[in-house]
C-alpha cells in the first residue's frame, strides 16, 4: 500500500474510532424530574420527553414504549445540552403538566401532579383490559396510570411466554386498590380478536391457521374448561362479531379500543368490516362506526356491557388510555371479583379522556326501569381536560337530547327524558380533538323486562346482512371442503340466531 492511501486509510479509521466511541461525560447533561402529589409526596407518573428535532427521549433502566417512559415520581436523565419539550400525565384523574426546558447545566424539574377528580372515593375503579406489556413492568405501569385492573396479555396466537412458567397465583395484587392478572389471552385471526380473562391456564391457539379451526372452536372450549373466565370482543367491527353475539358466550365489548390511539386515529377497520366512509369520513370516522354497532347490539335486546383497551405494548398507546371505569360500591379496598361482578351488571363507563358520572333516577347504568316509566330524571357530572362541546343522550340509537357545554374543567347538567317506550340509553361525551376519537360513554340503561325486550327488525337485518357476508368471505377462503364444512356450522347457527331475532322484532 503507497503511504498515501496508507494516511487516508488511517485517518477514516480513527474517525470511525473516535465516532463509535461513548460521548463524554462533558458532552452530557443530567436533567432531573421530581413529580410530587398534592400532598407533597413523590406520585408514579408517565413522562413524554422530546429533544429540538421532536424525536422522543427515554430514560435509562424506566420502562418505555414509543414515546414515553414511566418512574416512581423521581428520574434522572442524561441529556445532550439543548431545547427539550415534556408532558407529563397520571391518567384521566390528574392533571396534564407540560414545558419547555433548556438543558445547559444539571437542572432538576420539580413539579405538582394535582387530581382533578378522585374516582376511587366515589367508588369507581378503572381498568384496561388490553396489556401487551412485558409482566414484571406492570406493577409500576399501573400506578404510573392509577389504573386499578389490568390484564397482562402473555398468550397470543402462537406466543405463549409463561408456557414453561405458569404462575401458581395469576392474579397479582399491588396494594390495596391496584391488581392485574398475567394470563390474559387473545386470539387474533381473520375473524377478528377475542379477549380472554380470569383463567388459571392458557389455551393452545398456537396451532391455528388464519380461518380454521373457527375461533368459536376456542370459544366454546375455554368456555367448558373455565366456566367463569370473561371473554371480550376486542372492537366491534370484526367480521366474527355476528357469530359471537349469537354463540350467547360472550361478556362484553370494546368500544374504546386501540384503533383510538392518544395522538392520532387507525382510521381503517382493518381486516373487519368496512364502514361507508362518505357517510363517516377519517379521521374520527372509525369512532363513530364503532358506536353505530354497539347500538345495533342494544336494539336487539342484548345487554352487552361496553369496555376498554389500550393494546400498549403493540399500538402506540400508554397503558390505561383507552380504560372501563367500573361502580363496586366499595371504596376502602377494590375487590376484584367484584369489580368484574359491578362490571357484568353494566355500571360502568368507558372513557379516553373525560369522566362521565351519570345516574337516571339516581340509579347507576345497567339499571333497569318498568316500561311503565315515562320521563326519566339524568344527573350529569362531566370533569375533562379537553373541551366537551355538547353531551348527547342516545335512546335506541338514536340522539334525543343535546346539552351544550361550557369551558370549565368540570360541570353539572340535569336533563329530563320522556322516553318512547322500551329499549336502552346512554350518555356520550365526545371531544372536539380532530385527531382522534377522544370521548366517554356510559354503559345502558334499560326500560322494559330483559325477558321481553324491544328488537329492532332494522338492527337484526343488520347482523343477518353481516352473517351473509362473512358466508361468502370463509367460502372463498377455505378449499378444504372438511374445514369449511365445520367453520361453516358456526355461521349457519348465527344465521338461525338473528333470522328469529328478526321474527320475533317488535320495533323498526
Known amino acids: 500500500m503507497n503511504r498515501p492511501l496508507w494516511l487516508l486509510c488511517s485517518l477514516v479509521l480513527l474517525l470511525t474510532i473516535e465516532h463509535s466511541l461513548p460521548a463524554d461525560d462533558a ?46 415520581g423521581v428520574v434522572s436523565i442524561e441529556l445532550a445540552p439543548g431545547s427539550y419539550q415534556y408532558e407529563i400525565e397520571r391518567g384521566p384523574e390528574h392533571q396534564r403538566i407540560t414545558g419547555d426546558v ?79 392478572h398475567v394470563l390474559a389471552g387473545e386470539d387474533e385471526r381473520g375473524g377478528g380478536a377475542l379477549l380472554y380473562f380470569n383463567m388459571s391456564m392458557a389455551i393452545d391457539i398456537t396451532q391455528a391457521e388464519r380461518e380454521f379451526p373457527s375461533s368459536l372452536a376456542y370459544l366454546a372450549e375455554a368456555k367448558e374448561a373455565f366456566p367463569h373466565c370473561w371473554v371480550d370482543i376486542e372492537k366491534p367491527f370484526w367480521w366474527d362479531v355476528p357469530l359471537w353475539l349469537a354463540s350467547g358466550q360472550v361478556d362484553s365489548i370494546g368500544i374504546a379500543n386501540n384503533h383510538m ?16 366512509t362518505e357517510r363517516l369520513p377519517n379521521p374520527l370516522g372509525n369512532g363513530y362506526w ?54 357484568r351488571a353494566g355500571r360502568c ?8 358520572i351519570v345516574t337516571a333516577n339516581g340509579e347507576l347504568p345497567g339499571h333497569e326501569f318498568g316500561d311503565e316509566l315515562s320521563t326519566i330524571s339524568l344527573d350529569i357530572n362531566l370533569v375533562s381536560l ?22 370549565r374543567l368540570e360541570q353539572h347538567f340535569t336533563a329530563e327524558i320522556q322516553l318512547d317506550g322500551p329499549g336502552w340509553l346512554l ?21 322494559g323486562s330483559q325477558d321481553e325486550p324491544r328488537i329492532s327488525g332494522e338492527s337484526a337485518q343488520f347482523f343477518i346482512d353481516w352473517s351473509e357476508e362473512r358466508r361468502g ?36
Request: net charge negative; proline share 5%; aromatic share 10%.
Open 27 to 72: 458532552a452530557t447533561v443530567e436533567l432531573r424530574f421530581a413529580v410530587s402529589d398534592d400532598a407533597g409526596q413523590l406520585v408514579p407518573c408517565r413522562i413524554h420527553l422530546r429533544d429540538g428535532d421532536g424525536e422522543p427521549v427515554f430514560a435509562a433502566g424506566q420502562p418505555a414504549w414509543r414515546d414515553h417512559f414511566v418512574c416512581a
Open 102 to 180: 433548556d438543558v445547559a447545566d444539571y437542572q432538576q424539574i420539580e413539579i405538582t401532579l394535582s387530581r382533578i377528580a378522585d374516582m376511587p372515593a366515589l367508588e369507581w375503579y378503572a381498568g384496561d383490559m388490553h396489556i401487551h406489556r412485558r409482566p414484571e413492568e406492570a406493577p409500576l405501569l399501573l400506578l404510573a396510570e392509577d389504573l386499578h385492573v389490568g390484564q397482562v396479555i402473555t398468550w397470543w396466537n402462537t406466543q405463549n411466554l409463561l408456557a414453561d412458567i405458569l404462575p401458581s397465583d395469576p392474579l397479582k395484587l399491588i396494594d390495596r386498590t391496584h391488581s392485574f
Open 261 to 276: 390511539c392518544r395522538l392520532q386515529m387507525f382510521e381503517d377497520e382493518a381486516w373487519g368490516r368496512a364502514r361507508d
Open 290 to 343: 364503532t358506536q353505530e354497532i354497539y347500538y345495533h347490539i342494544l336494539n336487539c335486546g342484548l345487554r352487552i356491557p361496553p369496555s376498554a383497551g389500550s393494546a400498549s405494548g403493540v399500538l402506540p398507546n400508554p397503558v390505561g388510555y383507552n380504560r372501563v371505569y367500573v361502580h363496586t360500591r366499595n371504596s376502602e379496598q377494590l375487590d376484584y371479583e367484584s369489580w368484574w361482578d359491578n362490571l
Open 349 to 356: 363507563f368507558v372513557t379516553n379522556g373525560p369522566l362521565l
Open 386 to 407: 379537553d373541551h366537551v362541546p355538547v353531551i348527547e343522550v342516545i335512546q335506541n340509537g338514536t340522539v334525543v337530547d343535546t346539552i351544550r357545554c361550557g369551558e
Open 427 to 447: 350518555v356520550r361525551a365526545i371531544t372536539d380533538n380532530e385527531e382522534t376519537f377522544r370521548f366517554a360513554s356510559t354503559g345502558p340503561f334499560y326500560v
Open 473 to 508: 368471505a370463509l367460502e372463498e377462503a377455505l378449499d378444504d371442503e372438511a374445514q369449511r364444512s365445520a367453520v361453516l356450522e358456526y355461521v349457519d347457527s348465527a344465521e338461525r340466531f338473528w333470522a328469529d331475532l328478526h321474527d320475533r322484532a317488535n320495533a323498526e
